[in-house]
Every structure is written in structure tokens, then in C-alpha cells.
């Protein structure tokens, strides 16, 4: 099937809205970015920078959105409906809230735009190699006008229904994400005070029935420690306060999620909320006086 090309911008030029905005350049589409950090609007050769929110929105029909938290997302939805034309879309790709974003769709109706929400999972590998699966929240003609941009960024899209439903799809996610996480390394932990190596205790895991999803997909590189930030575990820890609040709006006891909210609180505590989300190991070696480092395979160590 054959793009449509659009008038595009991208505000917010991080780790997932730099690589998106390379991808639309690199499909054909007019693009126009915007980013408080002028390094990073630079970066994104072939499209046109914008000097605000509001002149980026006066100039494209679709704009997304990819910014740290809810405040941010909700100011620069107003700034942009201050510039942009009857009928554009906002199409924010952010973590926040269910309630927020429905109050953004209500401010954004009665200024005659639209807003769509389609938070994302894949991260900024996931971004640049057009692998990313996007949750969508919004009203049905709105998202048929961002659906073939996602399309083309992403593997996969779901319209889960209105705005709310995606973000809330999102911290789901996210929550059996930590919760994976969290609780490998605090079986790990126990096993490895047993004199358990890590890698003995992961293979017996896989074989002994629990799934995990750290232990099946991201074990093996538990030793590679300090790489460039693409998940800081301060958005982490943020996101985790975010399923939190969730839960409490809908009336569910969110456990899992206060567990992972003080474990990722305290890694940002003990200095490592810059850091990527896979040096958490990095914390929870601290929290439990252990060293969680995994032996080669047998078959590396004759190579």
C-alpha cells in the first residue's frame, strides 16, 4: 500500500521522537521538529526546524508528541493548539495518564483539533528500526489519520478505544516489565547468597516451569554494565509512580506496582537514575551486598 504523504512535526527529539522524525524524513514526508535542545534538531537532517511549539503547529496537519511526563505533555498540547489549524491532530507517543490525556482531548475538541494517544513499547532500538507497537487511545477518525504514520514506524498497532485505553495498556506493560525484572533479581539474589551461581539458577528457572521475561530474553547480558542511556531508570521510576496512580483511580490494588516503585525509587536514590534501565542490576547488587554476574555458556568457554 502505497504512504500518503504528510505534513509532518515532532516535538520532543529524544532517543524514540529522534529516531521517529529520521524515519519520517527518510519515508518522503514533509517534516518539521522542534526539541528545547538545538543539538538535537540538528541532528535530524532533512527536516525543517521550527522556533516554538506554536509555529511547528502552524505549519504541519499532524503533530506527535514524545516528552518525559504528563506536565510537559499537557503544556505543550496548549501551546500547540494556540498555532495549529482547525482539524490538525495531536498524536502524543508519551507514558502519562489516563486522566490527563482525557482532559487534553477535552481542551483540544473545543478548540476544533484533535488529540490521539499511542504510547509505545520497543524503545529507541525499536524506534529506529521501525519495530515499535503502539497502543492507541482516541476517536475512530482521528486515529485513521495517524494510523498509516504508526504503521510505517512500528510493527504493530492496536486502537484499543478511547483516549485512556492506550495509556493504560501502556502501564500494564510496563508493570509486568518491572515486575519481571524485580522479581528475577531478587530470586537471583537469594540463590546467589546460596552459593547458587547465576547462570546454574537461571537454567533451572527456564526449566523448572515460572516463566520470566528477564530470564528468558535479557539474562544473558547482565554483565554488561554502564551503556548509553535509552530507558533511564528515572523514567522508570516515574512510570511506576504513574501505574500507581492508576490503580488507585480504577480501585485496583496495585501491589506488584509499589514494589517495583521502591525498587526503582531507591536505585535513583543510591545515583543511578541517569543510567540505562539495564544497570538496575546495578541496584540491586547494592541492595543485597551481592555480585550478579553470569558465567559464559560451556560452549563459549572453548572458543
Not at 506536565?71 to 491532530?89: H, I, Q, R
Not at 512510570?239 to 525498587?263: H, K, M, N, Q
Request: net charge negative; hydrophobic share 50%; charged share 20%.
Amino acid at each position: 500500500m502505497t504512504l500518503v504523504l504528510e505534513e509532518v512535526g515532532v516535538i520532543g527529539l529524544g532517543n524514540i521522537g529522534g529516531n521517529l522524525a529520521a524515519n519520517l524524513v527518510a519515508d518522503g514526508h514533509s517534516v518539521t521538529v522542534f526539541d528545547l535542545d538545538a543539538e538535537r534538531v540538528k541532528a535530524i537532517e532533512g527536516a525543517t526546524p521550527a522556533g516554538s511549539v506554536a509555529d511547528l503547529a502552524r505549519n504541519v496537519a499532524v503533530t506527535l508528541t514524545s516528552l518525559p511526563d504528563p506536565a510537559a505533555v499537557t503544556a505543550v498540547a496548549k501551546e500547540w493548539a494556540s498555532g495549529a489549524p482547525a482539524g490538525a491532530v495531536l498524536c502524543d507517543l508519551s507514558t502519562t495518564l489516563p486522566a490527563s490525556n482525557q482532559a487534553i482531548a477535552r481542551q483540544l475538541h473545543a478548540t476544533g483539533h484533535a488529540f490521539v494517544e499511542a504510547p509505545l513499547s520497543g524503545g529507541a532500538i525499536g524506534a529506529k528500526n521501525r519495530a515499535l507497537v503502539f497502543m492507541v487511545g482516541g476517536e475512530e477518525d482521528a486515529v485513521g489519520r495517524v494510523k498509516p504514520l504508526l504503521d510505517a514506524l512500528g510493527r504493530a498497532t492496536f486502537h484499543l478505544g478511547p483516549v485512556g485505553a492506550g495509556t493504560t495498556m501502556k502501564l500494564a506493560t510496563s508493570l509486568m516489565a518491572f515486575s519481571g525484572a524485580l522479581t528475577a533479581f531478587e530470586a537471583l539474589s537469594l540463590t546467589t547468597k546460596a552459593g547458587i551461581d547465576v547462570r546454574t539458577a537461571s537454567d533451572i528457572v527456564k526449566l523448572a516451569g515460572p516463566s520470566n521475561y528477564f530470564l528468558d530474553r535479557a539474562i544473558e547480558g547482565i554483565n554488561t554494565r554502564g551503556k548509553p542511556t535509552e530507558f533511564a531508570l528515572r523514567l522508570a521510576a516515574k512510570d511506576a509512580g504513574l501505574i500507581r496512580e492508576i490503580g488507585e483511580s480504577y480501585g485496583v490494588p496495585t501491589p506488584a506496582a509499589a514494589a517495583a516503585l521502591e525498587f526503582l525509587s531507591d536505585a535513583v536514590a543510591r545515583g543511578f537514575g541517569d543510567n540505562d534501565w539495564s544497570d538496575l542490576v546495578l541496584a540491586a547488587e547494592a541492595r543485597g551486598d551481592v555480585a550478579l554476574t553470569i558465567a559464559p555458556k560451556a560452549d563459549e568457554d572453548t572458543k
